[in-house]
């Protein structure tokens, strides 16, 4: 199987893919005029994309009789294609009722030269069936010429509109500060539409090329792969405002759950120390991974748990010395190295204490424990770390 086929059937695999997520949605909101732009702005290239694999493309040649009919519809998909997306973001970029004269009228100009590519098409007398051959064989003729013409002309002008519209609208979306994903799928939309711009122009520079009875295949290849990393990159970037924030959260999730075991070292040498600051008994780390649930309310209870045992100790252990040379020997700051310091002597302590413990015996005291439950219920991310730096730390200062 040539390299060619096999990356058209994964573009093919990949766009169907898009499609059957993006349908799952307009199941759920059929009534959703965006959802359905967005839909079909999938579907045209996946179909086209489908069309131009060898299998596909010499089975519709032979059931029609058309040598060239399956190129015929790859390049009314590619028509369709920016039309479809044009449509698409005016849809995000204003209200249907705003955006409907605008869309009439691109439909209009579109129907009109899709009809006109058909009927040239009909003219040309195309027999050869090679996918390239119109290119090579018929651009000479005045008839394939205009054909070819209309059909880079209108695919051009869908896709600069396109460009256009996405980079507009992204600037909006930047300069409201909100909607990240969706301003960075609108920017990898209007790269996909240069990228396709730029199949445009290689096409029309075959064409020329033909005129003067030269053949260069490198541009017929080259044509190929910017078609259809145009076609992926605004695929990506017209359903990135869908998946995108679902990607984040994910992020957040792994983050949290990643944060929560690097903290488990620290808050099980707290608990041990001062049992009455914790809700559960420290497990092992395995055990910790293998129970996420609830993880953003677990993730913070253990931070609160841990300031309520960091203050029991402050309250307990002296000022450590020659904490700068061992913060520097570790490369974390003296405050983080202190603290571990401190935590270490409070173990020290109470071991020594341990035949005179009761179970109110190095727990924080009342006033402490009410000034730990008064901070934020929420965690922010810079007390985290120094959460995690103080875990990191305590693990390898010299015994």
Not at 196 to 224: F, H, N, P, Q
Not at 275 to 300: C, E, H, T, W
Not at 390 to 395: G, K, S
């Amino acid at each position: 199987m040539q390299v060619k086929t096999v990356g058209f059937i994964l573009c093919a695999v990949l766009a169907w893919a898009a499609v059957a997520y993006k349908g799952i949605a307009v199941r759920r909101n059929p009534r959703n005029a965006r959802l359905w732009a967005v839909l079909f702005t999938i579907a045209v290239p996946a179909t086209g994309i489908t069309i131009a694999t060898d299998g596909v493309y010499s089975a519709i040649a032979r059931v029609s009789g058309q040598p060239h009919l399956p190129t015929l519809l790859m390049y009314c998909c590619c028509v369709g294609y920016s039309i479809s997306a044009f449509i698409m973001t005016l849809l995000l970029k204003m209200p249907a009722h705003l955006a409907k004269p605008l869309i009439v009228r691109y439909i209009i100009f579109f129907t009109l030269s899709i009809t006109t590519m058909i009927i040239l098409f009909f003219n040309i007398r195309a027999d050869e069936a090679d996918p390239l051959g119109m290119e090579r064989a018929y651009a000479q003729s005045a008839v394939g010429g205009l054909f070819l013409l209309i059909f880079l002309g209108s695919f051009a002008a869908g896709l600069i509109a396109e460009a256009r519209q996405s980079l507009q609208f992204a600037r909006q979306v930047a300069a409201t500060g909100g909607r990240p994903w969706l301003q960075l799928g609108l920017q990898y939309t209007a790269a996909g539409a240069l990228l396709a711009i730029s199949y445009c122009a290689t096409k029309a520079l075959s064409v020329v090329a033909a005129w003067v009875g030269l053949e260069i295949r490198a541009i017929d290849i080259l044509g190929t792969i910017l078609v259809m990393l145009g076609a992926l990159t605004m695929t990506l970037g017209l359903t990135m405002p869908a998946w995108g924030p679902h990607c984040s959260s994910a992020k957040e999730t792994l983050r949290q759950a990643i944060t929560y075991v690097q903290l488990h070292s620290l808050w099980a040498e707290l608990v041990a120390q001062y049992p009455g600051i914790a809700l559960d008994k420290p497990q092992s780390r395995l055990v910790d991974f293998a129970n996420l649930r609830d993880l953003g309310y677990r993730l913070n209870r253990r931070v609160i748990e841990i300031n309520d045992g960091i203050l029991a100790v402050q309250s307990q252990a002296s000022t450590p010395e020659q904490s700068g040379e061992i913060a520097i020997q570790l490369k974390l700051p003296e405050g983080v190295v202190q603290t571990a310091m401190r935590i270490r002597e409070a173990a020290r302590v109470n071991s020594n204490r341990r035949n005179q413990f009761n179970p109110s015996l190095g727990s924080p005291s009342a006033v402490e424990h009410a000034a730990s439950e008064e901070r934020e219920v929420e965690a922010t991310v810079d007390d985290i770390g120094w959460l995690v730096q103080l875990a990191t730390a305590l693990r390898r200062l010299p015994a």
